[in-house]
């Protein structure tokens, strides 16, 4: 019997245990899905092909195509030059968890190509039914639903460009937004400069330059580079100030700060604040830092041996280093400092090494410590009050983030805050999350383990948490 295969909107490669799951899931959301290289799953992993889960899945998907060889290269090369998503009958977009390979002179790989090449593109392919029919036909029926159309172009057919939205399509992003969401840009730096890492207090990364277009993008060239000599991960955006451009490297965290008034952008000044090298070895994921901020005329970052630093923007002179952790017992620090009106807030890093995690704020003009929130352990703490309100029921009740965990286990938990912090002038309230609790073996820690893998959101001045949400 001849039938023909559907657009789909989800198409899985390379099944494993978690394919064939989020397959019966989204085939149970009522989503078309296309599941390619059945066979060699079912073959594999025989006692898993008969249970329900697999079996409901399975009944979806059994189709194999027939093409010519021929047929089959065109269709291998096409595939292989798609990187779009069109648009399904279902209004929704397409997710193609496809990962292309060359053909080979497999049959099973070529019809992989094939299969993938109608999901793609949204057509039908004349297919043949096997033993089994999608579950919402009856049998010696055509599905509903399934549509009609042509096989993909045989080899020495031209292939068709694939259909692309025209530009002036496209919203502004000056426009009204499509789902009238928006982001506050404050504290609205002058256009063309960069003080923070992402640049305003929603971390929109959004810059309102709109020198380059759509119509000029391909014609951008080199200008000028600049090599740091450090050989390590860089994550740190560069800051813009004026004429001045501030780069801070990975360890040993030099900085520096480039002219963009002359050519080729010459160095101004350089700063060495000599880390201990001790730091290097109790660096979890390489010796990165992720980026300075600009505030108050000095340049604030954190270098890798848990101090945070102020240097002066126009002279590269220490004003103050504040002493946040112990390295040798696996502090490091790699994030990037947030900085809100006078103060400065960093957290540090290290949750695979059996730290205590925690946010702090320090005086922007001083470097002073002005307080320290824990992610684990007492209400104190951790800084939570009277008007702590966090939505869901289990997340209620008194120094949960000392009885969520094993005896004493709290101290090493964890929940390290090393990544980005943001801030909403309405509230006053900043917001930023907690790492993977630790040791990493879940059965080494019982329980809910407050307060990682969380958000916080808290008093901007004060500190205080007003609400927490733990996502895992």
């Not at 009958?89 to 090449?117: D, E, K, Y």
């Amino acid at each position: 019997m001849s039938t023909r295969l559907a657009p789909v909107d989800v198409v899985l490669v390379g099944f494993g245990w978690t394919a064939a799951i989020m397959g019966h899931v989204l085939t149970e959301a009522g989503l078309n899905v296309l599941a390619l290289e059945r066979g060699k799953f079912r073959d594999t992993v025989p006692d898993f092909a008969t249970t329900p889960c697999w079996t409901s899945f399975a009944t979806r998907c059994e189709l194999a195509v027939h093409l010519s060889d021929h047929e089959i290269d065109a269709v291998a090369t096409y595939v292989a030059l798609l990187r779009w998503s069109p648009p399904t009958p279902h209004g929704t977009t397409m997710t193609t968890c496809l990962q292309i390979a060359p053909p080979r002179n497999s049959t099973p790989r070529r019809r992989t190509f094939a299969l993938a090449l109608a999901a793609l593109l949204g057509q039908p392919l004349t297919v043949d039914a096997q033993a089994s029919t999608p579950a919402s036909a009856a049998p010696g029926t055509q599905p509903a639903g399934l549509g009609t159309g042509t096989a993909p172009p045989a080899a020495g057919m031209s292939i068709p460009e694939p259909v692309t939205k025209d530009a002036s399509s496209v919203q502004a992003g000056s426009g009204r937004p499509l789902n009238d969401a928006h982001a506050a840009l404050a504290p609205n730096d002058p256009p063309g400069e960069w003080h923070s890492q992402a640049r305003d207090y929603a971390n929109t990364r959004y810059s309102p330059l709109d020198q380059i277009t759509a119509a000029n993008v391909a014609r951008l060239r080199v200008a000028w580079s600049f090599s740091d000599g450090t050989p390590n991960g860089h994550e740190a955006a560069p800051l813009v100030v004026g004429d001045t451009m501030y780069i801070v490297t990975p360890f040993p965290n030099l900085a520096y700060a480039l002219d963009l008034t002359k050519a080729g952008a010459p160095i101004k000044w350089s700063y060495d604040p000599k880390p201990t090298p001790l730091a290097i070895g109790k660096a979890c994921c390489d010796t990165v830092n992720r980026g300075s901020a600009y505030a108050d005329g000095k340049l604030i970052y954190n270098l890798l041996d848990a101090h945070t630093i102020a240097i002066d923007a126009k002279t590269g002179k220490e004003v103050w280093r504040t002493k946040m952790g112990d390295a040798t017992r696996g502090v490091t620090m790699t994030m990037a400092p947030f900085v809100v009106g006078d103060k400065v807030y960093v957290g540090n890093s290290g949750g695979e090494l059996g730290v205590w995690g925690w946010l702090a704020a320090l005086d922007v003009k001083t470097g002073k410590e002005l307080w320290r929130a824990h992610s684990s352990g007492t209400d104190k703490q951790v800084m939570i009050g009277a008007d702590f309100k966090p939505f869901y029921s289990w997340m209620k009740g008194k120094d949960l983030g000392k009885t969520s965990w094993p005896a004493g286990m709290w101290k090493t938990g964890a929940g390290a805050v090393w990544g980005w912090v943001s801030y909403d002038p309405e509230t006053n309230l900043i917001y930023y999350g907690t790492s993977n609790p630790g040791p990493r073996v879940p059965s080494q820690r019982p329980g809910y383990n407050l307060w990682t893998s969380a958000v916080f959101a808290r008093d901007a001045t004060t500190g205080m948490a007003k609400w927490a949400y733990q996502f895992t």
